[in-house]
């Protein structure tokens, strides 16, 4: 699930896993509406993003 917080400075959204565990977080957003657009380009681009092995 995607969780958009409050921070001092702004807003940022956090992923966690079914295990309530984070599986990564944002920046810091301006806006709670920025942070709300961030988590939609996430779920639009992880859909089919590539993965890397880079080991």
Not at 5 to 19: D, E, P, V
Request: include cysteine.
């Amino acid at each position: 699930m995607f969780e958009v917080l409050k921070a001092s400075n702004g807003y940022f959204w956090r992923l966690k896993g079914t295990n309530g565990e984070t599986v990564c977080h944002s920046e810091v957003y301006t806006t709670k509406q920025s942070a709300e657009g961030g988590v939609n380009a996430a779920k639009r681009i992880a859909q089919t993003a590539p993965v890397y092995d880079r080991t």
